[in-house]
Each structure stands twice: as C-alpha cells, then as structure tokens.
C-alpha cells in the first residue's frame, strides 16, 4: 500500500492542525493505522495507533489528550487532530500501516508514508 501524508505545517504554540494519510487501497480497512514522529537524530517515536474499524485507539502519553487518531474507511485516509500544540510537538510526522497488530513499535510497521513536517513556534 502506498501512503501520503500532508497537512502539516507552521504554528504557534497553543494552535491545532490535522494531518491527514491517504492509502492507495481499497483493502485500506485491512490495515492497522498509526501516526510517528521524528526529529533530528533521534529515533521515530510513536503518537498513535487505531485499530482497523477504529474502534480501539492508543496514545503516547505526551500527546494524550490533545491529540485524536481516526479513520475514515470510506476514504482510505487516517486523521490526525493535534490541539493545544507545543514546540515540543515540533517534528516529521510519519504515518504507517501494517495488517498484524495494535502495536506501537515501528519496526513492526510494513509500510510508511513520506513524512509531512510540523513546526511549533513558542
């Protein structure tokens, strides 16, 4: 499957911004979804995973409670709302697939997008 990710971009601290993955796939439902993120020389972390009908959710504990994973099957596409963004928050965000399991470890993910970038400004 084939993923793009956008919607990222430039904004102050306290604002929100969704980001959006589209799959190539009409078995789109067939794939667990999850959102990582990456700065400078430190290893992609994860943010959050939904399950394939969307029914179960999971979260980093830095982003809980400002940020929602959700799914539109129909669509194909994955969403990401970030509210209450920090400059921490600041990094690549990189959606993945993979069609085992709810988990969080990226190497356990078989299929990536290209990374969309959100800068947080204080």
């Known amino acids: 499957v084939q993923l793009q990710a956008s919607g990222g971009g430039l904004v102050q601290a306290g604002g929100s911004l969704r980001l959006s993955c589209a799959a190539s796939?009409?078995?789109?439902?067939?794939?667990?979804m999850g959102w990582f993120r990456q700065t400078p020389g430190k290893e992609r972390e994860f943010v959050a995973v939904i399950g394939w009908v969307g029914g179960r959710t999971y979260y980093a504990d830095s982003v809980k409670g400002r940020f929602t994973i959700s799914r539109d099957n129909a669509k194909n596409t994955v969403y990401l709302q970030m509210n209450s963004l920090k400059p921490e928050d600041t990094a690549v965000y990189y959606c993945?697939?993979?069609?085992?399991?709810?988990?969080?470890?990226?190497?356990?993910?078989?299929?990536w997008g290209q990374g969309t970038q959100v800068t947080v400004s204080s």
């Open positions: 796939e009409r078995t789109f439902s067939s794939y667990v």
């Open positions: 993945a697939a993979n069609l085992h399991a709810i988990v969080v470890d990226p190497a356990l993910y078989d299929y």
